[in-house]
């Protein structure tokens, strides 16, 4: 009875410096990564019983770094099945900050139901002190047991704030206010346990995403291409020959293409070459984005708004997977 109103919580553990054992309490670097199993991290938070009915599951123990196409999609099922179900009201995820980002977005876009689902990590590892690791994951479970977060998308819950999943980036390698979300701000926090959103998400997501589902089992390779003064176009001609459908530019300022790979796209286009991979701007630059410019009356030069290259790189891969046809993929990234 004491359960009655508690809403049930299923943690899904992935691994990551959550996961991981620190070599003394003072060191928070060369650690064990990913080797605490989920049954001893949540021994270590009796509190979470006091607030919501918490069970828990080690879907893989790895670090973020190690996570394939394979695992997102197991991933993303294994959410989908539990969210259909009566007996969960949200999940939480801890993974690895490295790809956070990516598997975030992913989930975004692939998981059918409105109920919450959290990612959580830390950027220290557990009993070192001041490790960020137990609070980042209370903060998560009392995020996915909000009846705010219903309908918020995927989110990431990291140092007492709440990122959507498409803005989220991290933005620093080794501090605990890892994540920012710089071009549009915070969705909200988790502040003592409450739960407080100032902003909702409206590019499509989760239930309203044409990719909530979703299990490819294979998908297109997308290259993604960093443009430096001077590059050559060895890379790009790389990427071709090993049959990429699409390429990412992580292009400098407004998603500018580097003068010897735009040479050698446009000159395969000229040359009227179907196999031609479908271009993406993006930018190198942390924050603002592209805009629709640039496009020399290529219909495959598509901007990635304001998708930084990996997360372009995700969204033209589920692009790719639908369809090849340049103004589809266009009416996508105008969209998610
Ligand atoms: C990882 O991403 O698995 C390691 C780094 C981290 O969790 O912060």
């Known amino acids: 009875m004491e359960n009655q109103n508690k809403k049930k919580i299923r ?35 009796p509190e979470l019983n006091d607030i919501v009915e918490m069970s828990a599951e080690q879907i893989f123990l790895k670090p973020s770094s190690a996570i394939t196409d394979e695992d997102l999609f197991h991933l993303s099922a294994r959410v989908n099945e539990l969210l259909a179900s009566d007996e ?15 598997t975030a977005f992913f989930l975004n876009l692939t998981v059918n139901s409105p109920k919450p689902v959290v990612i959580t990590g830390a950027m220290r590892p557990a009993h070192v002190i001041s490790t960020d690791g137990l609070l980042n994951l209370y903060n998560a479970v009392c995020c996915a047991a909000s009846d705010a977060s219903y309908g918020m998308g995927v989110v990431i819950s990291m140092n007492d704030l709440i990122l959507s999943a498409r803005d989220a980036v991290k933005f620093s390698s080794f ?23 100032c902003y909702k998400p409206l590019m499509r997501h989760t239930t309203t995403s044409e990719f909530a589902g979703a299990q490819y089992g294979k998908m297109p390779r997308v290259d993604v291409l ?17 049959g990429c459908k699409g390429i990412v530019s992580a292009g400098s300022g407004n998603g500018g293409v580097i003068g010897a790979i735009g040479k050698a796209y446009k000159e395969e286009f000229e040359a009227g070459k179907d196999e031609l991979p479908v ?11 592209v805009s629709d410019a640039y496009r020399m009356g290529n219909p495959k030069i598509i901007p990635s708004h304001d998708l930084n290259p990996h997360k372009a790189a995700i969204l033209l891969r589920f692009a790719l997977a639908k369809t090849n046809d340049p103004a589809e993929i266009k009416r996508i990234f105008e969209q998610y």
């Open 11 to 45: 943690l899904v553990a992935t691994g990551g410096t959550i996961a991981s054992q620190a070599r003394s309490r003072v060191s928070t670097e060369g650690y064990q990564a990913s080797v605490i199993s989920v049954e001893d991290l949540i021994a270590e938070l």
């Open 226 to 242: 960093y443009m430096l003064q001077g590059i050559d176009d060895m890379l790009f001609k790389a990427a071709c020959a090993a």
């Open 175 to 197: 501090k605990t206010d890892a994540f920012q979300a710089p071009l549009y701000g915070v969705l909200g926090t988790v502040r003592n346990a409450n739960v407080t959103y």
């Open 279 to 289: 271009l993406v701007r993006s930018t190198r630059v942390c924050t603002g984005g």
């Open 88 to 102: 969960c009201d949200g999940i939480v995820i801890t993974h690895g900050t490295d790809t956070m980002e990516e």
